[in-house]
């Protein structure tokens, strides 16, 4: 069984950083393109950032360039979202999955709240 699970999210003021992680079990995502994703009650799901694993090649939506950075673990199968100077409008779900994202792999997500 695919499972994946965010944690690492919390409560910081604008400003602020956060390193939420994704733990990835069930299958290799060493050859696959891994992603981030944001939900809020006020914003759909959105592709953050996504990642071709073997190639190292990441792409972020703009409103988050020079911010966020994604990172591979050093434990097999995680994934980190390195957040710096963070804003009241990041607040949101953050969620991993693979680019496109497979419905059945969704997981938790981990709660990021940032206050001005």
């Known amino acids: 069984e695919v499972q994946m699970v965010e944690s690492g999210g919390g409560m910081v003021q604008a400003g602020g950083s956060l390193r939420p992680s994704c733990a990835v079990s069930?299958?290799?995502?060493?050859?696959?393109?891994w992603a981030w994703y944001l939900q809020s009650p006020v914003k759909e799901r959105t592709l953050v950032v996504r990642?071709?694993?073997?190639?190292?090649?990441?792409f972020y939506i703009d409103s988050v360039k020079g911010r966020f950075t994604i990172t591979k673990g050093n434990a097999k199968n995680t994934i980190y979202l390195q957040m710096n100077s963070l804003k009241p409008e990041d607040t949101a779900t953050y969620f991993c999955?693979?680019?496109?994202?497979?419905?059945?792999?969704w997981g938790q997500g981990t709660q990021v709240t940032v206050s001005s």
């Open positions: 069930g299958l290799t995502i060493l050859y696959l393109t």
């Open positions: 999955n693979e680019d496109p994202p497979e419905d059945d792999y």
């Open positions: 990642l071709r694993w073997m190639a190292n090649d990441a």
